[in-house]
């Protein structure tokens, strides 16, 4: 069966920093496409990052761009992602997911992630 997990959420004043992590089991995504996604309270779920295996290209939203990077540790089959600079805006369940494919041009597309973690509450206070 295949999981993911993420962790290490929690409550952070703006402008601090916390590290997501991912760990997947059950099969290996070395060869996928990872990414982050996140969904604040009434809204939709919207794409935040994504690391391609493949062309080892490394895509961010614009919202996060230059704040938050995304990485793996492809032995451990794991996939994090660092959040600075925090923001109040920035709250939100973080999901991290696989991608169907190896390499892609549209990672914000979310119907080719076929497998999903839980989510970790991430709350960013003023």
């Known amino acids: 069966q295949v999981q993911l997990v993420e962790s290490g959420g929690g409550l952070v004043q703006a402008g601090g920093s916390l590290r997501l992590s991912c760990a997947a089991s059950g099969r290996t995504f070395r060869k996928n496409v990872m990414g982050w996604f996140r969904q604040a309270p009434g809204k939709e779920r919207e794409f935040v990052a994504a690391f391609s295996w493949w062309d080892g290209l490394t895509y961010y939203a614009d919202s996060v761009k230059g704040r938050f990077t995304s990485s793996r540790n492809n032995a451990k089959n794991m996939l994090y992602l660092q959040m600075n600079s925090l923001k109040p805006e920035d709250t939100a369940v973080y999901y991290c997911?696989?991608?169907?494919?190896?390499?892609?041009?549209?990672?914000?597309?979310?119907?080719?992630?076929?497998?999903w973690g839980q989510g970790t509450q991430v709350t960013v206070s003023t």
């Open positions: 997911a696989g991608n169907r494919y190896d390499s892609t041009s549209t990672p914000e597309r979310m119907a080719d992630y076929t497998y």
